[in-house]
């Protein structure tokens, strides 16, 4: 049933709509249609946007937060999401939160998501190659682009790094194959950190084990663009969850919500239709393939192109793993009781390889989810503390 309903929602996910001005619009809470520019003015901060190309010529989109006193924080989103998550929550937000506390908050959003769906030559909406990359892109060029592009303009020699879930997959890949970037980061606050995925249970390893039937019937829709920010089913989800009853229990016990982890404390109800609206914010479908491959091979290994492209890239047959040992960097990872992608089990075997672990904490919250570590409305008990905590360790 639930694989129904995935492939059913990627495929509404895909479609474009072009629905005009609705009288629902009048429901819609304002946090719903702001962007991440006018929410921070909302909550009290000019936010400057910088664009960043990467080497391979894709063109991000980096928000700044100026602070007053304290040195370059950079922080990354995860899997579909953008640097949105961090305003949603308005002053209970981290970005809000930080800024409020004098740092110098800078915001990435990897490519293909809504804000960096641009490239110097190639056509996301016709280009096929624009959309083949996954969290090993986005580590080894999107990461070094932007932390280049912060470092420089705070005249800095390190940056501390808050990322979530896909981010510190990337950060990892980026740590393991570029060393340099090492030195360059402070300390890491890796939140729900995701690299080995070997113990996924149900509903997820369900999923996971159907990923690669899934990816066949997108191929031959030729899918590679899965929840761009103009879809219907993003027009009926903010639509939905903004009407009353209906709202509610679509919004809480629909799709999404079972799927990153069930808090209904966390995640109220009327935060929804302003979670809803903002995610998912556009991912590749390669992006899904090298997960599943990871789950698939409980390796933390480079993409899986099969036997004869792996030897023409690699000289091998299979992926190389990344070196997890030379992640020299400080790592501090977050982990929550009822998170459904990030398990325990699997943090515990990156933290028996990371060379440099200096934190290891679980949430003090039996409910804490994958996406509580992004939006939960009690982030500012059980998550800030520990955040401060470790920068002002490593300050
Ligand atoms: C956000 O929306 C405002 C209009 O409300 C627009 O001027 C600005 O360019 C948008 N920013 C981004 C990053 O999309
Ligand atoms: C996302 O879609 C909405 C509604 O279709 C549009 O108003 C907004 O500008 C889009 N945002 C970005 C960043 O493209």
Redesign the pocket.
């Known amino acids: 049933m639930i694989i129904l309903q995935v492939t059913i929602f990627l495929v509404i996910w895909t479609s474009k709509c072009a629905a005009g001005p609705n009288i629902l619009d009048k429901i819609i809470p304002e946090d719903a249609l ?5 929410l921070s003015k909302k909550y009290g901060h000019t936010a400057e ?1 910088h664009n960043v190309v990467t080497e391979d010529g894709y063109i991000l ?1 980096l ?1 700044h937060i100026p602070g007053e006193s304290k040195k370059p924080i950079f922080i990354m989103h995860g899997l579909g999401d953008s640097a949105d998550s961090y305003v949603l929550r308005g002053h209970k937000s981290l970005a809000v939160t930080l800024a409020n506390a004098g740092y110098d908050v800078w915001l990435g959003n990897n490519r293909g998501n ?2 960096s769906r641009r490239h110097s030559n190639l056509n996301p909406d016709k280009d096929n190659k624009f959309w083949q990359f996954s969290f090993h892109e986005i580590g080894i060029y999107d990461l070094p682009a932007m932390i280049d592009f912060v470092l420089g303009k705070t005249k800095s020699d390190k940056v501390d790094v808050i990322a979530h879930s896909q981010g510190t997959t990337a950060f990892f890949a980026l740590l393991a194959t570029k060393t340099v970037y090492n030195d360059k980061i402070n300390v890491l606050a890796a939140l729900g950190p995701v690299a080995f995925l070997g113990n996924l249970s149900p509903p997820i390893s369900t999923i996971a084990i159907t990923g690669p039937v899934i990816n066949q019937v997108l191929i031959n829709m030729n899918v590679e663009e899965i929840a761009a920010n103009e879809t219907a089913a993003r027009e009926l989800q903010t639509r939905l969850c903004s009407l009353g009853f209906i709202g509610g229990n679509f919004c809480r016990f629909g799709l999404i919500f079972p799927l990153f982890g069930f808090d209904p404390e966390g995640l109220e109800a009327e935060f929804a239709p302003i979670a809803l609206a903002h995610f998912p914010a556009g991912l590749s479908r390669k992006s899904l393939v090298h997960y599943d491959q990871l789950f698939y091979s409980k390796r933390f290994s480079s993409f899986d192109f099969g036997p004869s492209m792996n030897l023409k890239i690699y000289k091998s047959f299979g992926p190389p793993d990344y070196d997890l040992n030379k992640v020299t960097t400080r790592i501090a990872l977050y982990l929550g009781r009822n998170d459904p992608f990030a398990k325990i089990k699997d943090a515990e075997l990156l933290k028996e390889i990371l060379p440099n672990v200096v934190e290891f904490k679980i949430i003090d919250s039996n409910k804490w989810t994958h996406v509580d570590f992004a939006w939960a409305n009690d982030m500012d008990k059980y998550l800030f503390p520990l955040i401060f905590d470790i920068l002002k360790k490593f300050d």
């Open positions: 702001l962007n991440f520019t006018d946007e989109k928000f809504k804000y």
